[in-house]
Nanobody, 117 residues
Framework: QVQLVESGGGLVQAGESLRLSCVAS???????????MGWYRQAPGKQRELVAS???????NSADSVKGRFTISRDNAKNTVYLQMNSLKPEDTAVYYC????????WGQGTQVTVSS
């Protein structure tokens, strides 16, 4: 019953911005707010890698490759986590996945981000 649905991906040019959203359904806002959330990405032929994460209290971490450009945030009232992506580069091209939980993990279906040079 628990589902994560990402949206906001698309085709953009280098230097432009996108905001990804991930909405969790099938769970209460209490449960959602207690879970850590993360954004991962996977490019063709590469391993899935962590992009950014946020704890239940709002503490964030991000990969070195996106520091200063990407920002993760959450709105617990909407069961939603966001990834604001600025100054996009071609190397950011990947399928971006939303993850919920640590002990028990749920994944979204992914949303494609393509950045042209």
């Amino acid at each position: 019953q628990v589902q994560l649905v990402e949206s906001g991906g698309g085709l953009v040019q280098a230097g432009e911005s996108l905001r990804l959203s991930c909405v969790a359904s099938g769970i209460s806002k209490i449960i959602f707010s207690a879970n850590a959330m993360g954004w991962y990405r996977q490019a063709p032929g590469k391993q899935r890698e962590l992009v950014a994460s946020i704890t239940h209290s709002g503490s964030t971490n991000s990969a070195d490759s996106v520091k200063g450009r990407f920002t993760i945030s959450r709105d617990n009232a909407k069961n939603t986590v966001y990834l604001q992506m600025n100054s996009l580069k071609p190397e950011d091209t990947a399928v971006y996945y939303c993850k919920m939980g640590i002990a028990r993990v749920y994944w979204g279906q992914g949303t494609q981000v393509t950045v042209s040079s």
